[in-house]
């Protein structure tokens, strides 16, 4: 996937921030290398929101496009990152909206338990590619979404809840919920035999307790 950028390379900072505020003072060259730079990661993040690859390539080329417009809009004190992914979920969730409304609208998400130990297996699995084909088949896309930013992208927690527009304690739930979910689908069987210990221990005859009579 590439997204055609009509901007020349060989800026003069290598700092998304400083290359961000020279594009807002017309640097074309600055923000072909933020093009360059978060094409790759901006496709991943939005591909798991998307139906399709060549929609998410689309959200790419769109985001983009709105980033170059909405530059004016840009605060140095935001992670250029972190303006970039929530503006590319702010246009996926509007293309979303519509292709409900066209689709007669279908439901989003699923339900969502929580079991204990949430976090098995998640980052120390070797293959990462399998992860998160498990996790695309299994879980919401908000939930992807989430893991992806935390864990792929390595944003702090403040600033995945603002791409996703949730409180931090509201991103605190969310990958909590999903990483249990996403540790039940990595190691099932795992997960059933504690469950089955788990209820055979519940039903166990009860030790006496010290000075009492069997």
């Known amino acids: 996937m590439q997204f055609q950028s009509p901007f020349s390379a060989h800026p003069a900072s290598s700092d998304p921030r400083e290359l961000a505020l020279q594009a807002q003072a017309g640097s074309r060259a600055a923000f072909g290398e933020l093009v360059e730079r978060y094409e790759a990661p901006l496709f991943h993040f939005l591909a798991l929101r998307a139906n399709s690859r060549a929609e998410a390539e689309e959200l790419v080329q769109e985001t983009f496009l709105r ?69 695309e088949r299994h879980l919401s896309s908000e939930q992807c979404s989430a893991l992806w930013l935390r864990y792929a992208e390595d944003l702090p927690l403040e600033e995945v809840a603002r791409v996703l527009g949730k409180s931090a304690v509201g991103v605190r739930v969310l990958l909590f919920r999903a990483r249990t979910k996403l540790a039940q689908h990595l190691d099932p069987a795992e997960h059933r035999d504690s469950r089955t210990a788990a209820s055979t221990d519940g039903g166990a005859r009860r030790e006496p307790l010290t000075g009492e009579s069997t």
């Open 67 to 135: 980033a170059w417009l909405k530059l004016d809009r840009y605060r140095s004190e935001w992670r250029f990152s972190t303006w970039l992914f929530t503006l590319g979920r702010r246009i996926a969730a509007s293309e979303r909206r519509r292709t409900r409304v066209r689709a007669n609208g279908a439901s989003e998400l699923d339900e969502l338990s929580v079991v204990s130990d949430p976090s098995v297996g998640l980052v120390a699995r070797e293959d990462r590619a399998q992860i998160w084909s498990i996790a």
